[in-house]
């Protein structure tokens, strides 16, 4: 706001700023105001809320999936459980991403196991729902996965992973990264070509949204 006013100063120091300054969200200082903000003096005197309960049963399936000791299967009931949380919670998509999980749901994507791959992938498509998570999300490295998905994943999952680009292509800054990524759009086009009608539907969306930036 201070700077769509016309200012071209730090509100702070009052230092001149550059021309078109790069701002950098502080998630962590973000989500410690969030956190204090709803916190409530008798929270322990009174009953839990639905809400609640859905954060903590969450941590407890964060808990599981990021833990080195899981099993496959106990991963895979995990990322089941918080795909359905995540999918209608923004708190739980932003508590998620904060605790560490998105590492854990790419190392699923990487694990060749096609069931785990398909709900990591559905967990990540629903963490990028929260604008605040799609320039993390690419910088945690999920472009890569993305494109060995759609070289060799399973029909499924190779139309989760070209929606999971359009989501991520909704910030500018992505686009550019997206469309730069080695195999990229070719691997979108190739996906265009001989894939199902839903493959083809979710390749064709990702590559007008990546398209807006004109050097794609």
Not at 131 to 148: F, H, P
Request: hydrophobic share 40%; glycine share 4%; proline share 4%.
């Amino acid at each position: 706001q201070w700077i769509d006013s016309g200012n071209r100063t730090c509100p702070i120091t009052k230092l001149p700023l550059s021309e078109n300054p790069s701002l950098i969200p502080n998630h962590a200082l973000r989500s410690l105001i969030s956190n204090f903000a709803h916190v409530s003096p008798k929270e322990s005197s009174r009953p839990r809320t639905h809400q609640e309960h859905s954060q903590s049963q969450s941590q407890a399936l964060i808990s599981t999936l990021i833990s080195r000791s899981s099993s496959n299967a106990s991963k895979l009931e995990s990322l089941s459980r918080l795909v359905r949380l995540t999918k209608r919670d923004s708190l739980i998509r932003r508590k998620v991403t904060e605790s560490g999980a998105v590492r854990a749901a790419l190392d699923c994507v990487d694990s060749g196991n096609q069931v785990l791959q398909e709900k990591s992938l559905s967990l990540l498509l629903n963490l990028s729902l929260e604008d605040d998570n799609k320039v993390g999300l690419v910088a945690d490295g999920v472009i890569r996965r993305i494109v060995s998905v759609l070289r060799v994943g399973s029909p499924d999952c190779k139309a989760i992973a070209a929606t999971l680009l359009t989501s991520l292509a909704v910030v500018e800054v992505n686009k550019a990264t997206i469309g730069s990524y080695p195999d990229a759009i070719s691997a979108l086009v190739y996906l265009l070509r001989v894939g199902n009608d839903r493959e083809r539907k979710e390749s064709a969306t990702a590559l007008y949204a990546l398209c807006s930036f004109m050097d794609n």
